[in-house]
C-alpha cells in the first residue's frame, strides 16, 4: 500500500501555487490541509508570500495557524475570501465531495461559501466515482431529539450511526452538535436529492456534501500531480 503522507505534502505544496500576496485565504482542517499550512507558514517565514490571512475552519486549524505564526482574522471581519483551500474525503468525476470526517463541516462549507473560489488537495485514495462509495456521509444535528432523525435516514436507504468518541461518549462539534454518519451502499445514487431532503429536516444543521462548490481538486498519486478541474 501506498504512503499517503507524501502524496498529501506534494498536493499541498502544488496548491501553495493558487495563493497570492494579501489573499484572505479560507483554511482548512484536516491532515492534509496540515501540510498545506506549513508550507504556507514557511513561505510567510521567508517573505514569499506577504500580507496574507486566514479563516480558519474549525478550533483545530486556529491552533494550528497560531502555533505556525499564520496570521488570523474572522468572516465577520472579512465576509469575502479570496480562496479557501481545503482537503475532502471524497470526490467525483464532477468535483463534488464529501466532507467532514474530521468533524468541521459546517464551518468549512460557511468558509467555502464565503469564498470566490476553492481549491481541494488530496491523494488518489480519495477519487470514486459515486460519493458515499468509501466513507459515510456526515451529518450534524443539534442534540435535542437527535434519536429522530434515525428512522427518517433509514427510510432514504441509509445505515446511520452516531458519531463517537475513543470514550464511546457522543462526539460533540465545535459548534455544539452532534454528528450522524450515513452509510449508503452502494453509494449515493442522487446526491442533490439527498442534500434536499437532509436540509428540510429541522434539526439538521449541515450535510458533508460539498455540491459544485470546488473549482479544481490536486490529486497526488505515486505518478505526479493531476489537475482536476470542475466544468462550467
Known amino acids: 500500500m501506498t504512503e499517503t503522507g507524501p502524496l498529501k505534502r506534494a ?8 495563493v497570492s500576496e494579501g489573499m484572505v485565504l479560507g483554511l482548512g482542517t484536516g491532515s492534509t490541509v496540515a501540510h498545506f499550512l506549513v508550507g504556507l507558514a514557511e513561505y510567510l517565514r521567508v517573505g514569499r508570500l506577504k500580507e496574507i490571512v486566514g479563516v480558519p475552519t474549525s478550533l483545530w486549524t486556529a491552533d494550528r495557524c497560531r502555533d505556525l505564526g499564520i496570521p488570523l482574522t474572522s468572516l465577520a471581519s472579512h465576509p469575502i475570501l479570496d480562496l479557501t483551500v481545503d482537503g475532502t474525503d471524497e470526490v467525483d468525476p464532477s468535483v463534488n465531495l464529501i466532507k467532514g470526517l474530521g468533524g468541521a463541516l459546517l464551518r468549512e462549507k460557511m468558509v467555502a461559501q464565503a469564498a470566490l473560489r476553492m481549491v481541494i488537495i488530496a491523494d ?18 443539534v442534540q435535542f431529539g437527535w ?8 427510510e432514504m436507504g441509509a445505515h446511520p450511526s452516531l458519531r463517537t468518541r475513543a470514550d464511546g461518549q457522543p462526539l460533540i ?15 449515493i445514487e442522487d446526491p442533490k436529492a439527498v442534500e434536499a431532503e437532509l436540509a428540510a429536516r429541522a434539526g439538521v444543521v449541515e450535510t458533508g456534501l460539498f455540491l459544485e462548490m470546488a473549482e479544481k481538486v490536486y490529486v497526488a498519486d505515486i505518478g505526479g500531480i493531476t489537475v482536476i478541474e470542475r466544468s462550467k
Open 11 to 18: 498536493a499541498a505544496l502544488r496548491a501553495l501555487d493558487e
Open 124 to 141: 488518489q485514495t480519495k477519487i470514486v466515482r459515486r460519493l458515499g462509495e468509501r466513507v459515510p456521509l456526515p451529518v450534524e444535528v
Open 147 to 154: 434519536e429522530v432523525h434515525q428512522h427518517a435516514f433509514h
Open 173 to 187: 462539534t465545535d459548534n455544539g452538535n452532534y454528528i450522524i454518519d450515513c452509510q449508503f451502499p452502494g453509494g
